[in-house]
């Protein structure tokens, strides 16, 4: 039998369009002789849905888009069927009344043939919001090439079931084991499953685990593209039954690849494409470059604008968005206060001619005599302090904007997770921006990503995305300068907050792991310093909650998987 | 049996401090021969805790709290036992890992009493990202006054399973008609229901409909006091088995109330005290007051601030801050441009003399010649149209922000639900604010209530709630014209919009009932019109991502109950 593995990149709710994008792959996938093409979860959505799911005429939406792939099917004969991600209305007024399933679409016709039995809701998903759970294996039975086939049907966190590897599993059924004794010939399983480091071993090893349980190969096809703040990195693959590697995909970006299952597949046996698997710094900068590239196409901008200071983060930013959407659709202001120092205009100045990007540069000392001059009478006096600090950036980010309401571009927020952590960044200031492109990337793993894009290794996925692939990219000067945001004379970011080499380490510990200071200062920390950098994290919240939405390449981002109180103790 | 009704307000978080607020009201209730005492919904914890339950250390400090408190009624006999909401962790690692449950806390000890089963995940609820249902129901019996006393419990949406009564109903059990054979003398329903309109009286729906259900009375109890976007209005009550209203609580603060449960009642028997239920305009006035207080309050802020334009919006939040804070702690900067009339900063003057608000009035002039000057390089031009009204806007925020900053103050965003639905209103500008004070309030909803306010009906409340209680108070001049942004020359809202009376219908059509513009077309509507609407709303989905919490008061507000993607289509 042989299977057309349709990683797609869906547009969030454009039902008809993604219908044609799967016709699309069902015709590519026939001109190879596919009997079967497989499309990620939801894929007639797009994942995550959110509330459009919950509007009426998205759901009528949804049966013309079904009955139009079956109709265009049936007009072109010898065209494979398709498993596809819907979301199936149970006919009851309870809520919630959807099934998250799985309909075979054939030439003329559509049923849905599979029902999610594990529905997420934690972190970023909120399945239980929209979906009520199923709670009996799906098994499909096709007759392919004068036999029959039993394909175990499962979809995304359906394959989630092992606590040991995964720390924590959802309470349920296993659906895994509800399949053992209907013997399938193959396990499928169809995801959305989004980006975060080390998350594709622990996707291999998990079909790996369900192969071996049910002695058949598991195909997994995941959804590609950025939706908002997620990224999902696609790396679909085929294990064999002893969970050896047989097929994978290209990572972050679509492709339809076909893969045939032997009836009785010898050791061996079955191999298919390998796609290169590229290095963790490597698939962190690609799926951050597929994050600007989305979310700036569906949201329908030409071109990106972002604020260059010479400092580490906005370089990283504007390095992102020229791979994203080549440099001469991206535009660099450099915005200068009598406390920049040369150094940093000079060096953002060479950083966008390496990127070839278009500059302006706007001094803003006019404009802070502006605003002294007018909160004077009602400050009694000049603004000092934080205050004036936070007003430098609050011009910026006025002239930021200005610029791209001007432009129609698309403002990029350059703040990194360290600052967005403890509140070291100013609302309506640097903060603003369509999209926080590196707010869930610690400023140490900022460094590392910019060595990792200025050395050798990086050259070939530098000139795969359109960057220049020899010398230096963000360059030494920026790479090797003290981190400080320029807001006074000398100053330094150490003069507030601790070494970035400790303060990460803690806020990893407070988030990610959501340890509380005491433990920390047990286990041999600095507790004094949790305690004060807890502090830090918690009177942020409120800044956070009106951050633009933040590329979640971590297993806990800020944004929609972090709901945290504001007025609380 | 003498129960003691214990209408908390509870801060988010703060398990020590809650625990406190208990036992004071258990205290309180002793010396009015109290038997038991009731207090809301995860009372210990405060409603929503959000993510804070998913921290292991808050969960330990849960338990002490209870323990402090068990002890605490030990040391002091005569304190009657008291039932509170807590998370109860049921020892497995499959997530999610708590029951929303009721502890009965006694002298020296407490254990679970009940668990909730119907687990809301929908609007603004996330239970079940938190939340494992129970699928018992819980009857708990105590001796009390040489009798034996069945108390059927259950906790908030357990009540909700009326679907003809509410529209629609969740998923999941009956519970109380798992109640019915257990044979109730009394039905308990500990909730934390936050303000919606409308929502009182479908409370007390619910709560007859369980009473005749079951032949007995309810005990209806809710928690009071605002949580950053969630305002919960109190208003507990007991209905007798026939639905008849036996006691009812104070809207929107804190009250311990005695309500005698007799053995056997006879008609008419069993009433208590009936607190004055305020009609809906007062209502809503009073939510809106208690969310600025209580967001201020346990954020820590002495003092709110705001930009006063002489416009209706500006004025209503103006009011509601003084009433929360006292106009003694309200600050109100007058920000006028070429374009603002000379009746708009006289009226505002008025206005905050009638409030009693400290005032400074910031020409901002000035500062639109610097950016236009700053920005022509990079624009090839001054900004002109929508940039240029944007910047006036960005201005205005900066300098209120700057004095926030400055002086610790709270700034409160004016902007209403019309505009925010569809985007007349500017990012990082006049959306600037710790909270959206009117965010869920349609432009003729605060004419309406302006009206009120200036109406002899009003009075009783305004003197309640320390404002003048005669004269106007919002003003004519402010309540009769026309709206606009006055950031050109003669500009109307009109000019943009729809006027108010024919978009807030077609907002409400959209949003709150989640109907199509083709829905709205065959119905009679102007689909042209309604599908414009739709589009205005659909493209300000990135503004609102980045709005500060609103208040709600609607059944759809939008916040963490409108989960709408950005880039979709």
Chains 1, 2 share one sequence.
Request: hydrophobic share 45%; proline share 7%.
């Amino acid at each position: 039998m042989r299977l057309a593995l349709a990683q797609l990149n869906p547009v969030v709710g454009d039902l008809a369009g993604n219908g044609a994008r799967i016709l699309a792959a069902c015709r590519r996938a026939a001109t190879e002789g596919a009997d079967l093409v497989l499309t990620p979860e939801l894929s007639l959505w797009g994942y995550p849905p959110r509330d459009l799911l919950l509007l009426p005429a998205r759901l009528e939406a949804q049966s013309q888009a079904l009955d139009g792939l079956a109709a265009a099917l049936a007009a072109a004969p010898g065209t494979p069927a398709v498993l596809v991600g819907v979301a199936e209305a149970c006919g009851e007024r309870c809520l919630p009344n959807l099934h998250n399933a799985l309909a075979l679409v054939e030439a003329g016709g559509w049923r849905v043939v599979a029902r999610k039995q594990l529905l997420p809701s934690y972190d970023v998903f909120d399945e239980r919001r929209y979906f009520r759970p199923a709670s009996a294996p799906a098994l499909l039975e096709l007759e392919c090439r004068g036999r029959s086939w039993r394909l175990g049907l499962t979809i995304c966190e359906d394959l989630w079931v092992e606590e040991e590897l995964q720390g924590q599993r959802l309470v349920g059924p296993d659906p895994i084991a509800a399949l053992q004794p209907l013997q399938p010939d193959l396990l499928l399983n169809l995801s959305a499953s989004p980006f975060s480091q080390a998350k594709g071993s622990l996707r291999r090893q998990l079909a790996s685990r369900a192969a071996g349980r049910l002695g058949c190969p598991v195909v997994y096809v995941n959804q590609v593209g950025g939706n908002d703040e997620l990224v999902f990195d696609g790396a679909s693959f085929v294990v064999d039954a002893h969970g050896a590697l047989l097929c994978r995909l290209p990572c972050c970006q679509e492709a339809v690849t076909l893969w045939d299952a032997a009836a009785s597949p010898g050791p061996g046996e079955g191999a298919g494409s390998l796609a290169p698997e590229p290095e963790p710094l490597e698939q962190l900068f690609r799926v951050l470059v597929l994050g600007v590239r989305d979310y700036a196409g569906t949201c329908g901008f030409q071109q990106a604008l972002l604020g260059l200071s010479g400092g580490i983060d906005s370089a990283l930013v504007a390095v992102i968005a020229a791979a994203a959407l080549g440099g001469n659709r991206v535009r660099a202001l450099l915005l200068p206060s009598p406390w920049s120092s040369a150094g940093s205009i000079d060096d953002a100045l060479a950083l966008a001619g390496r990127l070839g990007l278009r500059t302006d540069t706007l001094p803003i000392a006019a404009l802070m005599a502006g605003f002294d001059q007018a909160l004077a009478p009602a400050l009694g006096g000049e603004p000092t302090g934080v205050t004036a600090e936070n007003l430098q950036s609050r011009i910026r980010g006025s002239l930021l904007m200005a610029v791209a309401n001007a432009e129609g571009g698309l403002l990029l927020a350059t703040g990194n997770k360290s600052e967005l952590a403890v509140g070291y960044c100013t609302l309506y200031g640097d903060m603003n921006g369509g999209l926080a492109v590196i707010g869930d990337v610690y400023k140490c793993r900022v460094f590392e990503l910019c060595a990792w894009l200025d050395s050798p290794a990086a050259a070939s996925c530098r000139a795969d995305l359109g960057l220049p692939a020899s010398g230096e990219l963000v360059g030494a000067a920026i790479r090797h300068k003290p981190p400080s945001a320029e807001l006074r004379p000398n100053q330094q970011d150490s003069d507030s907050l601790p070494e970035y080499a400790v303060l990460d380490p803690l806020l990893e510990a407070l988030v990610e792991q959501r340890r509380s200071p005491e433990q920390l200062g047990a286990a041999g920390h600095d507790g004094a310093l949790a305690e004060r950098v807890m502090g830090l994290l918690r009177r942020a919240e409120f800044k956070r909650r009106q951050a633009a939405p933040v590329l979640k390449v971590s297993g806990q981002a800020f944004g929609s998987g972090w709901r945290m109180p504001i007025a609380a103790r």
